[in-house]
Each structure stands twice: as C-alpha cells, then as structure tokens.
C-alpha cells in the first residue's frame, strides 16, 4: 500500500497550492479520503474529507471556502485545491484513506505559506 503526496511547496499569502495522493495497493474507489495536516508544535487535525464515491466532501471551519477536496477513482487520486492561503496553514499535509477499520496514511508534505 501506498500513498504518495506531492504539490506542496512554498507559496506567498493569498496564493493557491494544489495538493495530490497517488494512491496503489488497495482499492481505491473503496475508501473515503482525507487530508489532515500538523503544524509545528500542534496537533494533527482533520482538514477535508470525501466520501469513496465523491458525492459528499466535508471541511474543517478553518479552510471553508477556500479549501476543496475531489477525487479522481480512475487515476487512484484525491486532490486538495487550497487557494487564498494564509499563514496559518503553513504545515505538513498528510493523504488518509479510511474504510471500517482499515486506514492509510502517506508520508506527509510540506506546505509553507509566507512572504
């Protein structure tokens, strides 16, 4: 199993970055995708979900409107378009994926957002 993340960077305030997890090894359609991201210092917290299908998505209040998560099940990858960055959302990036009790996770990205 794997989960590959990549797209990150070092992006100006205000500025877009998108995010993508290769997924291989499972069965991708079956499992809902997440990011989650860890600053420094802080803990790990849930930043956008999507159903296995791609018919519900959900975000934590901090990245509403700015954040969206989609999935593409014939290429085995799950997107995070993440414009009008700020700050404080200068941290790694982790892709998960979830069915029941089976869960992933990739190896996390870096994400600086700063001037």
């Known amino acids: 199993v794997q989960l590959v993340e990549s797209g990150g960077g070092l992006v100006q305030p205000g500025g877009s970055l998108r995010l993508s997890c290769a997924a291989s090894?499972?069965?991708?359609?079956?499992?809902?995708m997440r990011w989650y991201r860890q600053a420094p210092g802080k803990e790990r917290e849930l930043v956008a979900g999507?159903?296995?299908?791609?018919?519900?998505?959900n975000y934590a209040d901090s990245v509403k409107g700015r954040f969206t998560i989609s999935r593409d099940n014939a290429k085995n990858t799950v997107y995070l378009q993440m414009n009008s960055l700020k700050p404080e959302d200068t941290a790694v990036y982790y892709c998960?994926?979830?069915?029941?009790?089976?869960?992933?996770w990739g190896q996390g990205i870096q994400v600086t957002v700063a001037s």
């Open positions: 090894g499972f069965t991708f359609s079956s499992y809902a």
């Open positions: 998960n994926a979830l069915r029941g009790y089976n869960a992933y």
């Open positions: 999507i159903s296995s299908g791609g018919g519900s998505t």
